[in-house]
């Protein structure tokens, strides 16, 4: 029926040019919270880093332990600060793609044509194979067809393994910036043990007697969640 209609009723252009706006800002808002949570993760991350600092100052028998925990958690802070980095290159894309398609929609106001972009057709293609996406920016993708901005269908979403390359072996010299970011250039205290008196900045509080192994697989919980 749809195509039946198709053929004797044109789409009107400001509705197409509407629903495309309504699911760029939902594409947005989506990524927006996202973002948001990962600040949230990352924060909490520091927090668990520097409670184990202080668990070590005050205890240099567990110095050791200690150490082997803020390595953990530096591993953790690299790949929220490379999801969260990913996911502000994707608002980026997408907010070009809507300034594109804008643009798109003024020039068939004026020549009473349209011309396929193979710009906004790369961005596209770029944002529907992202996990947190791949659902509203299908959607996206066919009113641009219709509207004739893009002239084929995108492909399909990058597997996890593709999106988290490299991940997982990050670099032990990058593990060590991380901890000397956020202990302050103690780190070699906390790993010999030594009490340091002068008081680390502080971050949001986190709970003393928290596990840090189920506070680790809660937050790599949140992150696959982003993901899936």
Do not use: H, Y
Not at 57 to 67: D, T
Not at 197 to 219: C, F, G, K, S
Request: glycine share 6%; charged share 35%; hydrophobic share 35%.
């Amino acid at each position: 029926m749809e195509s039946f209609r198709s053929i004797f009723w044109k789409p009107d252009p400001q509705a197409q040019m509407r629903k495309c706006n309504a699911l760029i800002r939902a594409n947005t808002r989506s990524l927006d919270r996202d973002i948001a949570n990962l600040r949230q993760t990352e924060s909490k991350t520091r927090g668990l880093i520097l409670q184990a600092s202080r668990r070590a100052q005050r205890n240099p028998s567990q110095a050791k332990q200690a150490a082997q925990e803020t390595r953990i958690f530096a591993r953790e802070l690299i790949r929220v600060r490379k999801q969260a980095a990913r996911l502000n290159t994707s608002k980026a894309q997408l907010e070009s793609v809507g300034m594109q398609v804008k643009e798109a929609f003024s020039v068939r106001k004026i020549e009473g044509s349209i011309r396929a972009s193979t710009g906004i057709m790369k961005d596209v293609n770029a944002l529907v194979r992202l996990p947190e996406l791949t659902g509203t920016m299908r959607q996206l993708s066919q009113e641009l067809m219709k509207a004739g901005i893009i002239e084929e269908m995108v492909g399909d979403s990058l597997p996890d393994d593709q999106l988290m390359e490299g991940e997982d072996d990050e670099a032990e010299a990058e593990v060590d910036k991380v901890l000397g970011e956020v202990l302050q250039g103690r780190l070699g205290k906390v790993e010999v043990g030594k009490v340091e008196e002068t008081p680390i900045q502080e971050e949001p509080a986190v709970e003393e007697d928290e596990d840090p192994e189920a506070t680790l697989e809660e937050m790599r919980g949140r992150l696959q969640a982003l993901k899936s």
